[in-house]
C-alpha cells in the first residue's frame, strides 16, 4: 500500500519540543510510531517536509535513523523547516554513509508505485495580491522543478502530486503551480505544512478536476492516510 504524511517535526538532537505549538504535540513521537503500525515493510510512505529541526545532516542523524527505521520505503521531499538540507546529492551521500537504507528523495524527478507516478516539490507559499519579487522567483523556481518531476513521469496516467505548501489557502491560489498540475492531468495532490488554527483555511475537496487533501501530521492524528 501506498501512504502519506508530513511535517513529523523531529528534533532527537535539536532542542525544540513541539508541545508549545499544542497539546496534541505532546509525545507526538509515540504518536507516529504507534500510527506507523498499519504500515508493512512493504509499504511506501510519502512523508512531505518538515522532517527534523536539525541545522545540517550531523545534527539529525538520529532523526534519520528514527524515520529509517519506520516500517517500509520512506520518499522525502523539503520543507521549510528542513534547514538540514544542501542538495539532494549530499544527503543521499550521507544517508549511505551512515547505512540509512530505506529512505529515496523526491526532487526534480519520480518515482513509480504500481500504475502511479509520484511526484512532488516544495511548493512556497500562495502569492497574495501583491507577491514579491522574491517570493515569485522562488515560486517560479518550484512551478519548474514540479514540470520536471511530471515530465520524468513519462507517459504514466496517474499522477499523484505530493507538496509541502498547500496550492489553496484561504482565498489565495498558487495558479501557476495549479496550472502545472491541471496539464499534466494530475487529478489528486497532497501538502502538508498547515497546523492549528490555520487548518480551517486548508482547502479539502475538489477544485478544477483536482482532488486536494493536508496531511500535515497533527491534522492526521499522527496516523499516515492510504493513498492507494
Known amino acids: 500500500m501506498l501512504f502519506t504524511i508530513g511535517d513529523p517535526h523531529l528534533s532527537f538532537e535539536a532542542d525544540k519540543p513541539m508541545n508549545i505549538f499544542g497539546p496534541e504535540w505532546i509525545d507526538h513521537v ?82 513509480f508505485y504500481e500504475d502511479a507516478a509520484l511526484c512532488g516539490t516544495r511548493g512556497w507559499m500562495c502569492p497574495n495580491e501583491n507577491p514579491s519579487p522574491h517570493d515569485k522567483k522562488i515560486m517560479d523556481r518550484e512551478i519548474g522543478r514540479l514540470e520536471t518531476s511530471l515530465r520524468s513521469a513519462a507517459d504514466t496516467e496517474r499522477r499523484i502530486v505530493f507538496l509541502h505548501y498547500p496550492p489553496i489557502f484561504g482565498k489565495f491560489y498558487a495558479e501557476g503551480m495549479i496550472d502545472v498540475m491541471e496539464r499534466y492531468g494530475v487529478r489528486e495532490c497532497y501538502y502538508g505544512h498547515i497546523h492549528g488554527a490555520g487548518r480551517r483555511l486548508a482547502f479539502e475537496g475538489e477544485d478544477r478536476g483536482i482532488r486536494y487533501r493536508l496531511i500535515s501530521a497533527d491534522h492526521l492524528a499522527f496516523h499516515p492516510v492510504r493513498v492507494m
Open 30 to 111: 509515540s504518536k507516529l510510531l504507534r500510527g506507523f503500525e498499519v504500515v508493512h515493510s512493504d509499504d511506501t510512505t510519502v512523508i512531505c517536509g518538515d522532517l527534523t529541526w536539525g541545522m545540517d545532516m550531523a545534527g539529525c542523524l538520529e532523526d534519520f535513523r528514527f524515520i529509517d527505521a519506520l516500517p517500509g520505503r520512506k520518499i522525502i521531499l523539503k520543507g521549510n523547516h528542513d534547514y538540514w538540507w544542501s542538495t539532494a546529492g549530499a544527503a543521499k551521500r550521507f544517508f549511505s554513509e551512515n547505512g540509512i537504507n530505506s529512505i529515496d528523495i523526491l526532487n526534480n524527478n519520480c518515482f
